[in-house]
Nanobody, 123 residues
Framework: QVQLVESGGGSVQPGGALRLSCTTSGDIFSIYDMGWYRQDLGEEHELVASVTKGGTTKYDDSVVGRFTITRDNAKITTDLKMDSLKPEDTAVYYC?????????????????WGQGTQVTVVS
């Protein structure tokens, strides 16, 4: 089992910046991939950015050049630096982790999410 806790959300004007952090606990060394999803009211979850255990990153096209995801493999944490924020970035941001664990019959992967942190971009 893995527990994820996000922090760093808040309200900011367009063009501003925020830094989100995700801390982990539990069987953290089973975590391979981490990332950030977001969901605004009435909309579906959207993958914002992800990072593998080896440090390979991916970004949604809408945040390329503005957001940066980092990962600390010693502490098993991930941060999302958000610059040049736009009103359309407003959403609840969720930390995500994918684990790979050994079972009696082989290997299995599981997905975990934090409780979310609100990001609001408004004039």
């Amino acid at each position: 089992q893995v527990q994820l806790v996000e922090s760093g959300g808040g309200s900011v004007q367009p063009g501003g910046a925020l830094r989100l952090s995700c801390t982990t606990s539990g069987d953290i060394f089973s975590i391979y991939d981490m990332g950030w999803y977001r969901q605004d009211l009435g909309e579906e979850h959207e993958l914002v950015a992800s990072v593998t255990k080896g440090g390979t990153t991916k970004y949604d096209d809408s945040v390329v050049g503005r957001f940066t995801i980092t990962r600390d493999n010693a502490k098993i944490t991930t941060d999302l630096k958000m610059d040049s924020l736009k009103p359309e970035d407003t959403a609840v941001y969720y930390c995500h982790a994918k684990t790979i664990t050994k079972t009696r019959t082989g290997w299995t992967s599981s997905d975990y999410w934090g409780q979310g942190t609100q990001v609001t971009v408004v004039s």
